[in-house]
């Protein structure tokens, strides 16, 4: 992987930071894009040498081509990238409004759509590539309280479904990771809060725990891998068992 080039979106906190810890790892170049500077940047110092950071917001989705074409005439050459950037909104369904379904849809599912097929233009001329979007148990059964998050990442499944279609025969795979609940700041900050919440989701996970950050990066640098050179359009759940426990 040592020649491997990639970008990670929200690769500086949680699961995108976890993920770009393992690429470092491995030897991958890794573009981090994050909108806060900071935190970005922080991010970069702990990954080390082979981390790049990209401070960009994706809801600037016009703005987005010109992005990847100059991180490609830096790198000379695009791998792999990880739509990993996202927001959520805990709300009543009656709640919520057009403006902040839209938001979530905006963020969620366009800026997802602009970037892959940007950086697909490029992993065509190649001949190769590995995209790895990140769904949600959102998306495998119904959530309270999360109707547009829910919807965002119900799209972004199927969307993987129909970009590894349209896509294979260019060489490049396309594959989902559906993270059950893992142990991140934010959502440790959730659950800690609504014991109720936390319950249900540990009753119904067979393992009967969180899982951690690092096991969804283990799954994503398997499905950019060699080993998993055969495996694509799938939806892997990484999540103990919760997307089927009763």
Known sequence: MNDKIAIIT?????????????????????????RNREKTTQACQELGSLSRPVIFDLNDIDKIPSLVREIYEEAGHIDILINNAGINMKKEFWEVTDAEFSQIIHTNVLSVFAISREVVKQMKLQGFGNIVNISSMAAQYGIPKVIAYTASKTAIEGMTRAMAVDLSQFGIRVNCVAPGFIETNMSSKALDSDPQRKEKVLSRTPMGRLGEPEDVAEAILHLVSDQAKYTNGVILPVDGGNSIGF
């Open 10 to 34: 929200g690769g500086n906190s949680g699961l995108g930071f976890a993920t770009a810890k393992k690429f470092c790892d491995k030897g991958i170049i890794t573009y981090i894009i994050g």
